[in-house]
DNA sequence: CGTGGATATATGCATATGCAGCTAATTCCA
DNA sequence: TGGAATTAGCTGCATATGCATATATCCACG
């Protein structure tokens, strides 16, 4: 006999995979997986290459700055620097002009070790691009949909 | 004076959102967000009603097993089951016919607990597809892509 | 009937994330 | 100008994840 109880619509749905917000993230982990390989050789992960990349780019890039344009927790960034200022690749300073403020920068091995990994970051994204051609537009539509959620937030 | 560094072709693919993996997670993050919020009232998190749903759905459920359908690590599962167990939602016991394997069930609570969160996780799920009526194609475009990655792997 | 290889779990270690709550600094306004 | 409201950042707490590794079983083969 079969003790399984009755699937509810709700229960069915959930468990054929077509609940969007645990699709989304089954292909979040399995890219972070790819693209956290690809960056091994450099003991970086692809979060850890995002974080410096925003550092390099901003004029003045502070925690709060760079968490509201990855679009995560200030405390989660908080966190995700200090292994990076823990090795060495990230410096900071509090900002002159508002205290409250921490100013971060690269320190020269960490501009280097930016540079020598976004190279490897860019094979990781060109065989994806190259194995499934069409990601590119399935990630931008999805991304659009996405920040349309966003926008009725507030 | 602009003391900022020139940009490299690959670093300003990765800034403007383009990245494939980065891109993903973010909208990951917003959804979980969002599904988790509302499932606050149950204490149940998107992951783990999920993972409930999968224990009520399958005949003879252990770690590995649901693991691999949820297709993450077996350690994380491992972890995950952890806060279920000890909040009395799942029980476990060794297999019979192997004693390497766990063989978990739901209590009579997590089953009601499951069965109330997913009238929540039905409504957050409509909420997402109304306001954003193309997404379920989007989610489906990109799952497909992304498993044809997958499929390159072994 | 061993014994080596494969399988199922768990643990140590590390990052990733979010929420709540705390402190310090800044800003705004009466 | 002085206190209220806001803002930046941190820490405590909890889950989410993955990798490497240790342990217990199981299984197939000699």
């Known amino acids: 006999m079969d003790r399984r109880p009755p699937e509810t619509p709700a229960l069915?749905?959930?468990?054929?995979g077509s609940c969007y917000c645990l699709a989304t993230r089954r292909a979040s982990r399995r890219l972070v997986r790819l693209?956290?390989?690809?960056?091994?050789d450099h003991d970086l992960t692809i979060s850890q290459l995002a974080t410096l990349a925003w550092i390099r780019?901003?004029?003045h890039p502070t925690v709060q700055r760079i968490a509201d344009l990855m679009e995560m927790d200030q405390s989660a960034l908080s966190r995700g620097l200090m292994p990076l200022e823990r090795a060495g690749l990230v410096s900071s300073?509090?900002?002159?002009?508002?205290?409250r403020k921490r100013v971060l920068r690269l320190t020269e091995e960490g501009d280097q070790r930016l540079i020598a990994a976004s190279a490897d970051w860019q094979k990781a994204q060109?065989?994806?691009a190259r194995q499934q051609a069409d990601i590119?537009?399935?990630v931008t539509r999805l991304m659009a949909g996405i920040?349309?959620?966003a926008a009725n937030d507030g």
């Open 12 to 16: 069915a749905e959930l468990l054929t």
């Open 147 to 149: 920040n349309r959620l």
């Open 93 to 99: 300073a509090p900002d002159e002009k508002d205290k």
């Open 126 to 128: 060109d065989e994806v």
């Open 35 to 40: 693209y956290d390989a690809a960056l091994a």
């Open 57 to 59: 780019h901003l004029r």
């Open 136 to 138: 590119g537009a399935d």
